[in-house]
């Protein structure tokens, strides 16, 4: 993909937080659609986000937004952005409504009520915006959350952990309203979460970011072929015996156990085919199966930056 296509692309972005390199390099690429954006605690997400909202300055490197300066062009970008933070606190005595009209005149919106109403309406809140807020479930204020982001009929919306500490069922709800909107009003968004199989249910593009660095992105269905391509389960007698032979093996990029299996990320497919055999007749184990795998968003993540893994 032409790199002017991309919504969101960052070019080497360093952010550094006294001598803790937050970002480290950053090239983050997201197109229209519904994207995801993953990595483990301290990856460097929020801190992103923060990058490309323009609340913070990057050091060094490049971040654009519609094709304008993060930084420099951070109010043109903001009248076209929806934003929701990972942690919000509501006025628990202000009903939804009102509180959503204190937002339309910070924001100097025009049309209040009929935007509030929409807003309400778009998230599955139209017979709660009478309530105090203090009310609401855990997932309608996640929802209350959105309707914020969506108030000023934004083109793209930055949802940050949009399903945590919410139910199933809440998080069903959320994500068919995700998907919901994007069908219907064409809204664009990147969703940073650490609930990777909600990913699987509405993104078609995924990021994903270790110690400041974008260690793969792309189109999902490309990821998952490219992953499975590469990617075996093993299922063999004493796999932690099997583990510590075949994680050594010259075509072996990284190996991992997990529910009793081995999982190898392959680079050398026949290297890694005479390796099997030859481990398993030397420590006397039985081979019950290996097969390729039909990549998920969660097995792409363990072959990236999932814990627990021997590296080669
Ligand atoms: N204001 C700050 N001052 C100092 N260090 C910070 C600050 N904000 C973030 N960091 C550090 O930068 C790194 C990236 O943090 P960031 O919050 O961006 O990660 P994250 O991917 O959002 O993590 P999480 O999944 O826990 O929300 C971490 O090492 C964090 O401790
Ligand atoms: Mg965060």
Known sequence: MDSSSFI????????????????????????KGISGFVGRNGAGKTTTISVLLGLLKADSGEANFFGLDCWRDSYAIKR?????????????????????EHVVRIYELSQSQQRIKNALKDVGLADAGDRPVGTYSAGMLKRLGLAQALIGEPEFVILDEPTANIDPLGRITMLNNIKELH??????????THILS?????????SIVDSGKIIDQGNIKDLAERYSANTYKVNVSSPGLFLEKIHNSEGVEKAWIEDGNIYCKVKNVNVFYNEIPKITTELKLQLKGLQQMHCTIEEIYKATAGANIYEN
């Open 8 to 31: 969101i692309n960052t070019m080497c972005v360093v952010k550094r937080f006294g001598t803790n390199f937050a970002l480290n390099g950053l090239d983050l690429k997201v197109p």
């Open 80 to 100: 076209r952005l929806g934003v929701m933070h990972e942690i919000n606190a509501y006025p628990g005595s202000f009903t939804g409504s009102h509180f959503l």
């Open 183 to 192: 069908k219907e009003k064409a809204i664009s968004f990147l969703i940073s």
């Open 198 to 206: 909600d990913l699987e249910k509405v993104c078609t593009w995924l």
